[in-house]
């Protein structure tokens, strides 16, 4: 069984930081580019970074330069550091795990974890 597990949310004023991880389990963590994503209140889901299975990261413009993405293949674990948050980062920020071999496509999501900022 698949799982993918956030955590690390939660009520933040502005200017402050956050360290979101997304824990996985019953998938080969190494081969999936994984993602934050994220969706506000009325808005569509968004991608806010990924990092492909060589570590190379790439982030949306509303982040670049605050938020960092990492992943740690021994323990199955993606991170994402938010500093400098401000009032519109706040959403429900989604793991996502992709892998796209030649015969098919693997996705899955976590269930999310509640980012506010508000002072």
């Known amino acids: 069984q698949v799982q993918l597990v956030e955590s690390g949310g939660g009520l933040v004023q502005p200017g402050g930081s956050l360290r979101l991880s997304c824990t996985t389990s019953?998938?080969?963590?190494?081969?999936?580019?994984m993602s934050w994503y994220r969706q506000a209140p009325g808005k569509q889901r968004e991608l806010v970074a990924k990092?492909?299975?060589?570590?190379?990261?790439e982030y949306a413009d509303a982040v670049t330069g605050r938020f960092a993405i990492s992943r740690d293949n021994a323990k199955n674990t993606m991170y994402l550091q938010m500093n400098s948050l401000k009032p519109e980062d706040t959403a429900v920020y989604y793991c996502?795990?992709?892998?796209?071999?030649?015969?098919?496509?693997?996705?899955?999501w976590g269930q999310g974890t509640q980012v506010t900022v508000s002072s």
């Open positions: 996502n795990a992709n892998y796209v071999p030649g015969d098919g496509a693997y996705e899955y």
């Open positions: 990092i492909t299975t060589d570590s190379n990261p």
């Open positions: 019953g998938i080969i963590f190494s081969i999936y580019a």
